[in-house]
């Protein structure tokens, strides 16, 4: 598997890489796990491979130390995420995540940034019936989290809708293709038994046994939207229009947002392009850059897995050439593309065949009912009757799609009834916000992030107010620790938590996501947060150039350095 001209780094193998190896194909001994009736909670070990399943063992944060206290086990809960390829689902799909939700979970639901559905609150008792009952419905929760590839991240344009069926068609293709063959899925959570004449051992064609050194993500991005963060995948594939049909994508490889605080090895990092593709080629392409990763991945270091630094260890010319010696053939060049944003478009928009889309905004992703704003109630009241899908985009909103001219009233109607929002009443910064879970229930979070960034933009939005900025379109993004999962490393404002009520703050990514953003202030609170801000939101409101961005604006005033490579991030 190894070429002599390339190495994969040296050093003993993880632990992780250990329980990978004696899981027998992910199988490990969830099954009796499961079936312990003493604890709600699941061996380490266990917990490894549930990701692999879909799922991570959490704890209600908020309520650790009373239950210490009172000398009770924590409060264990399982996230379950259901993988929508594209971030495609139908009303019947949209109807079974919302029951499940409310019956097994802590009755909301989760948009994540990769266009997938996140549940919590799941007790252990219940995780079988959940994922039963999310096969039902044609969905499942296998590869949503692992050392595999992910959620394929497509983009829902509604403006190109004539392209988007073609596109996500490879989008879920690639889903498909590059999902793990194991059957220990089926087998533990859908009560499969062994069919006749299933070979006695099982194998991993693509993966091998050990599957990959790390988590692996692939976004599908469509010129002028940079909507999935293309260069923030580790594979990116950019569609490439010509005479009005796909011809193709150019690919980008080697992206990813973790880091960890204090330690410089460690950075986020952009994608780059090494050239095209015809559609008919993007499944041997994608499958041979991730056997590079699993063939010379760190597997010794988990924090420096990721294929981003296997690009940067290996050098992007000698991946690129160990990719031709895999497919017997060579990317022609790349081809020219454009992005000019990468923000959703609220409201109705009329696609090409007469069907209208109606991007909602969903504030962090998260779906619930609040009071005077029954959101939860309407898109299920809207999933009862409505013909069209949803998509889910990576800014954590959702788009009612494919409504047809018909029954275009009728949606209005429950859209009213139920005071659904585009979003439009909110400022444009509220609009470009996206923030990770955070606590209570991740347990890598250092601060919080969703229940706080509301909050946060509340104090900001007085500012862009008073400074004449309300209007202005400036992305924000925060979240609750350096794993990136909202992706901050791409916005003009960010912040990643550092403490509880501290953030790192950085500025002066690009709008289209082409730009990283640099460290500005370090552990600050939201005191120092405001009075930074104020004093640079006044001076792009005085300063700025007709058209110029804020992120753009920050480093033509020398307020921070411009970063294309995240190997120059920490500088």
């Known amino acids: 598997m190894e070429d002599k001209a390339l190495k994969a780094p040296e050093g003993p193998p993880s632990d992780v890489e250990r329980i990978k190896q004696e899981s027998n194909y992910l199988r490990g001994t969830l099954a009796e796990t499961l079936a312990n009736p003493l604890t709600a909670g699941i061996p380490d070990d266990d917990n490894r491979l549930m990701k692999f399943h879909g799922s991570y063992l959490q704890d209600d944060r908020d309520v650790r130390n009373e239950r210490e206290r009172q000398k009770l ?54 995780m079988k019936k959940s994922i039963q009952e999310i096969n039902a419905v044609l969905m499942d929760t296998l590869a949503a989290c692992g050392d595999v590839n992910r959620n394929v991240m497509c983009n829902p344009n509604p403006h190109q809708s004539e392209v988007h069926a073609e596109v996500y068609e490879w989008s879920r293709q690639l889903s498909e293709y590059l999902s793990p063959r194991t059957r220990a899925y089926h087998e533990i959570w859908l009560d499969e038994e062994k069919v006749a004449g299933t070979p006695e051992e099982e194998t991993e064609p693509m993966y091998g046994e050990l599957y990959l050194p790390r988590k692996f993500k692939i976004g599908i991005a469509v010129p002028p939207s940079n909507d999935v963060d293309v260069f923030s995948q580790d594979l990116g594939f950019i569609a490439v229009m010509e005479n009005g049909k796909l011809a193709g994508f150019n690919v980008a490889i080697g992206g990813g947002m973790g880091m960890t605080h204090g330690d410089k090895n460690t950075y986020p990092q952009l994608a780059r392009v090494i050239g095209f593709c015809r559609p008919d080629q993007i499944l041997d392409v994608a499958e ?52 000019d944003h990468s923000g959703d478009r609220y409201g109705w928009v009329e696609g090409h065949n007469g069907n209208w889309h109606f991007t909602l905004f969903i504030q962090n992703g998260r779906v619930t009912d609040l009071e005077g704003y029954p959101l939860m109630t309407g898109l299920r009241e809207i999933a009862k009757v409505h013909t069209g899908d949803f998509r889910l985009t990576p800014n954590q909103n959702l788009v009612i799609a494919n409504v047809t001219g018909e029954q275009k009233e009728q949606i209005v109607e429950l859209i009213q009834k139920y005071g659904l929002t585009d979003g439009k009443h909110y400022s444009a910064l509220r609009r470009n916000s996206m923030a990770c879970v955070s606590l209570p229930t991740c347990g890598l979070a250092m601060a919080e992030a969703e229940r706080y960034l509301p909050n946060l933009l509340e104090k900001i939005e007085e500012i862009t107010e008073e400074s004449g900025l309300h209007e202005e379109e400036i992305t924000i993004r925060m979240t609750g620790c350096p794993n990136g999962c909202a992706r901050p490393a791409l916005a003009e404002i960010a912040f990643i938590g550092k403490a509880p009520g501290k953030y790192n ?65 920490h500088d």
């Open 505 to 569: 703050m950085y500025l002066g990514a690009s709008c289209s996501g082409n730009r990283l953003s640099k460290l500005y202030k370090e552990n600050i609170g939201e005191k120092e947060i405001l009075e930074a801000l104020r004093s640079i939101l006044f001076q792009y409101a005085k300063e700025r150039q007709e058209g110029e961005r804020f992120g753009d604006f920050v480093i033509r005033a020398g307020i921070v350095k411009e970063v294309y490579s995240g190997t120059d991030f």
């Open 288 to 339: 041979k850059v991730i056997t590079i990763q699993r063939d010379y991945g760190n597997r010794s270091v988990r924090k420096y897995a990721r294929f981003k630094y296997t690009v940067d260890q290996l050098g992007l010319d000698t991946v690129k050439q160990e990719l031709h010696k895999r497919l017997g053939w060579e990317l022609e060049e790349a081809r020219t593309f454009r992005f």
């Open 73 to 126: 086990e924590p409060a264990y809960q399982f996230m379950v995420r259901v993988r929508a390829p594209g971030g495609v689902a139908t009303p019947e799909q949209w109807l079974a995540t919302d029951e499940i939700a409310r019956k097994y979970g802590n009755g909301t639901l989760k948009l994540t940034t990769r266009q997938a559905f996140q549940m919590h609150g799941i007790l252990k008792w219940n």
